[in-house]
């Protein structure tokens, strides 16, 4: 898994998106939930209540729906829920504990 920053120093990490047409978008996951992410929707078009493909870094692509567009950002719910190892796992990529 790689580890990203913007500009802005805000920490995320690489997904992809493949959407109901079939493109296949690189995405970022600026935030983590075991029930869903939120991404930036840079130049995707995302439709509200939509059905859209998440690939997370290591796992296979998860059905999932739009929840939210907002802002240039986009909020989207899993199907099913991560398991708690692997949300801790990908968690970690996004905010890395600090060095004592």
Same mark, same amino acid.
């Given at each position: 898994?790689? $580890?990203?920053?913007?500009?802005?120093?805000?920490? $995320?990490?690489? %997904? +992809?998106?493949?959407? +109901?047409?079939?493109?296949?978008?690189?995405?970022?996951? &600026?935030?983590? =939930?075991?029930? *869903?992410?939120?991404?930036?929707?840079? %130049?995707? =078009? $995302?439709? &509200? *209540? *939509?059905?859209? &493909?998440?690939?997370?870094? *290591? &796992?296979e692509y998860m059905p999932s729906k739009v929840l939210w567009v907002e802002n240039g950002l986009v909020g989207i719910e899993f199907e099913r829920d991560l398991h708690d190892a692997v949300y801790e796992n990908l968690i970690r990529t996004i905010r890395p504990a600090k060095a004592a």
């Open positions: 898994m790689q $580890f990203c920053e913007t500009e802005q120093d805000t920490p $995320f990490i690489r %997904a +992809k998106c493949r959407m +109901k047409t079939g493109m296949v978008a690189e995405v970022r996951v &600026l935030d983590l =939930s075991i029930a *869903g992410c939120m991404i930036a929707r840079e %130049a995707l =078009s $995302f439709e &509200l *209540g *939509g059905r859209v &493909l998440v690939r997370l870094p *290591g &796992l």
